[in-house]
């Protein structure tokens, strides 16, 4: 091939690489460092609620503070609120006026899992069970025969709130969803995964072991219940007012020979709310326009409710921080752009008829860009504009970001949804972007250590940027 023809390959035609070959030698370093805070953070943070209390405790830390309506708003400011416990906002006020618009990074903290019914517990033969409906969408066989975690809370008619955690510490005791033996499943693995196992088969494993006289009826029942009140103090009447919510009970960790992967429950999307937290927590200093981060609740089912980001929760935050400083919530709106930052499907050469190869964001190929998202004709998608793209394109490329731009599939082989049409639809120029994800949705997912890191290093350069 001769000189004319390599330059002009090199000029005209896409040339992504591995990022492991585009990095220098220090990079790792700065790498696992990174991916050894975010393993922390998702061990810690195994619900939306939990989520939420520990971003708080790494925002104060960082000099964050609570906002009050009516305080004073001044550039440098590092304020916070929390939105019903289930979700944060957070602002590092800028240089410029927010009538220059903000950067804004969009994630959210909630994952799919199991929730206890309002009324979980009962006894069939000498068993105890807690009754589930799940959260989100979830491949229901991949869920049993496993050991979980039960967190959440218990608000009393008094007004107290009682936190329940039952398997998330060491030496506790976990739950489980039992399966059929294969020697009695003939019938069952005739039928297709998804009604193999019935929703209301995901029923959590208590306990066998019965109180009182051999004459008395739901022994093993009462026995659990009289467990519960010793240790919480609550009763069978409780659930009705609970939040209580089974998650797998492991924690993150390194996968693969050469460690360049992290295995764990919620990557989907913990692993770009980390990432839009932490840069935003480790600016250098002021911006010059505002930098927000949301964590934001129910993303999994439709980011309905008051902790979802279809809720106004958001646009009162940012209505008070506007009214501090005599700016209209919509001029803030139409000059600020805002990184919807959640996870994408990565290749996966062991189901490569559901990718089209060509637009497949890859495994340590960078942070995924994604124009839309939706589903077959881009239904529910913002679908950004080609200088939205661009723009991203030029502020990754100057601050040396590894980046791919894919879609979630084949055209008609699915699809799905994230936050970006409801930040566009307040007027918020907005683009999807995120970690590649294998195994997304299932109780443990995998992502690449570079790709995780390089959504920091987009999240970051997107709060930097002056324009």
Same mark, same amino acid.
């Given at each position: 091939?001769?000189?004319?023809?390599k330059e002009l390959k090199k000029k005209l035609l896409s040339t992504k690489k591995n990022g492991y070959d585009c990095v220098d030698e220090g990079y790792e370093t700065a790498m696992n460092a990174y991916c050894e805070g975010y393993k922390a953070f998702l061990d810690a943070g195994k619900t939306e609620r939990l989520c939420a209390l520990e971003a708080i405790r790494m925002a104060e830390?960082?000099?964050?503070?609570?906002?009050?309506?009516?305080?004073?708003?001044?550039?440098?400011?590092?304020?916070?609120? %929390? /939105?019903?416990?289930?979700?944060?906002?957070?602002?590092?006020?800028?240089?410029?006026?927010?009538?220059?618009?903000?950067?804004?990074?969009?994630?959210?903290?909630?994952?799919?899992? *199991?929730?206890?019914?309002?009324?979980?517990? +009962?006894?069939?033969?000498?068993?105890?069970?807690?009754?589930?409906?799940?959260?989100?969408?979830?491949? $229901?066989?991949?869920?049993?025969?496993?050991?979980m975690e039960l967190h959440g809370v218990v608000a009393m008619k008094d007004g107290s709130t009682v936190t329940v955690n039952i398997g998330g510490e060491m030496g506790d005791p976990k739950l489980v969803i039992t399966d059929l033996l294969p020697h009695l499943g003939a019938e069952q693995s005739k039928k297709p995964l998804a009604s193999a196992i019935p929703g209301e088969t995901l /029923?959590? *494993?208590?306990?066998?072991?019965?109180? &009182?006289?051999?004459?008395?009826?739901?022994?093993?029942?009462?026995?659990?219940?009289? *467990?519960? +009140?010793?240790?919480?103090?609550?009763?069978?009447?409780?659930?009705?007012?609970?939040?209580?919510?089974?998650?797998?009970?492991?924690?993150?960790?390194?996968?693969?020979?050469?460690?360049?992967?992290?295995?764990?429950? &919620?990557?989907?999307?913990?692993?770009?709310?980390?990432?839009?937290?932490?840069? *935003?927590?480790?600016?250098?200093?002021?911006?010059?326009?505002?930098?927000?981060?949301?964590?934001?609740?129910?993303?999994?089912?439709?980011?309905?409710?008051?902790?979802?980001?279809?809720?106004?929760? #958001?646009?009162?935050?940012?209505?008070?921080?506007?009214?501090?400083?005599?700016?209209?919530?919509?001029?803030?709106?139409?000059?600020?752009?805002?990184?919807?930052?959640?996870?994408?499907?990565?290749?996966?050469?062991? #189901?490569?008829?559901?990718?089209?190869?060509?637009?497949?964001?890859?495994?340590?190929?960078?942070?995924?860009?994604? $124009?839309?998202?939706?589903?077959?004709?881009? %239904?529910?998608?913002?679908?950004?504009?080609?200088?939205? !793209?661009?723009?991203?394109?030029?502020?990754?490329?100057?601050? /040396?970001?590894?980046?791919?731009?894919?879609?979630?599939? $084949?055209?008609?082989?699915?699809?799905?949804?994230?936050?970006?049409?409801?930040?566009?639809?307040? /007027?918020?120029?907005?683009?999807?972007?995120?970690?590649?994800?294998? %195994?997304?949705?299932?109780? #443990?997912?995998? !992502? %690449?250590?570079?790709?995780?890191?390089?959504?920091?290093?987009?999240?970051?350069?997107?709060?930097?940027?002056?324009?």
């Amino acid at each position: 091939m001769s000189d004319e023809i390599k330059e002009l390959k090199k000029k005209l035609l896409s040339t992504k690489k591995n990022g492991y070959d585009c990095v220098d030698e220090g990079y790792e370093t700065a790498m696992n460092a990174y991916c050894e805070g975010y393993k922390a953070f998702l061990d810690a943070g195994k619900t939306e609620r939990l989520c939420a209390l520990e971003a708080i405790r790494m925002a104060e830390g960082a000099g964050y503070r609570p906002y009050v309506r009516g305080m004073e708003v001044k550039s440098g400011d590092k304020l916070y609120v %929390s /939105n019903r416990g289930k979700g944060v906002m957070l602002a590092h006020i800028g240089e410029k006026s927010l009538a220059e618009g903000a950067q804004i990074a969009a994630a959210h903290i909630d994952s799919p899992r *199991l929730d206890l019914k309002p009324n979980p517990l +009962y006894e069939e033969a000498e068993m105890a069970f807690f009754k589930t409906h799940y959260y989100g969408g979830i491949r $229901k066989y991949q869920w049993v025969a496993m050991p979980m975690e039960l967190h959440g809370v218990v608000a009393m008619k008094d007004g107290s709130t009682v936190t329940v955690n039952i398997g998330g510490e060491m030496g506790d005791p976990k739950l489980v969803i039992t399966d059929l033996l294969p020697h009695l499943g003939a019938e069952q693995s005739k039928k297709p995964l998804a009604s193999a196992i019935p929703g209301e088969t995901l /029923n959590l *494993l208590l306990g066998s072991r019965p109180i &009182g006289d051999e004459e008395d009826s739901g022994r093993v029942k009462l026995a659990v219940m009289k *467990l519960l +009140y010793e240790k919480y103090g609550i009763t069978e009447d409780d659930f009705n007012s609970a939040e209580l919510e089974a998650v797998p009970a492991q924690n993150a960790c390194d996968i693969g020979l050469d460690r360049s992967m992290i295995g764990a429950y &919620g990557h989907d999307d913990r692993v770009c709310a980390y990432a839009s937290l932490k840069a *935003l927590l480790d600016l250098p200093k002021t911006p010059a326009k505002t930098a927000v981060c949301i964590l934001a609740d129910k993303e999994e089912i439709g980011s309905d409710g008051v902790t979802g980001m279809q809720s106004a929760a #958001f646009d009162t935050f940012m209505e008070d921080l506007c009214d501090a400083q005599g700016v209209a919530l919509r001029v803030c709106y139409e000059k600020s752009f805002c990184l919807s930052a959640d996870v994408t499907a990565a290749y996966d050469p062991d #189901f490569a008829e559901v990718y089209e190869k060509r637009n497949s964001a890859f495994v340590n190929y960078g942070i995924g860009l994604c $124009k839309y998202t939706g589903a077959r004709g881009k %239904s529910g998608a913002s679908d950004a504009d080609a200088e939205t !793209v661009a723009y991203i394109r030029s502020l990754f490329d100057e601050a /040396n970001v590894i980046w791919q731009i894919a879609e979630l599939g $084949k055209v008609d082989a699915g699809g799905g949804g994230t936050v970006a049409m409801y930040m566009a639809n307040r /007027n918020i120029t907005t683009l999807d972007a995120g970690v590649p994800v294998l %195994s997304m949705h299932a109780p #443990f997912e995998t !992502v %690449s250590k570079l790709d995780c890191y390089e959504t920091y290093k987009g999240v970051k350069a997107v709060y930097q940027a002056k324009t």
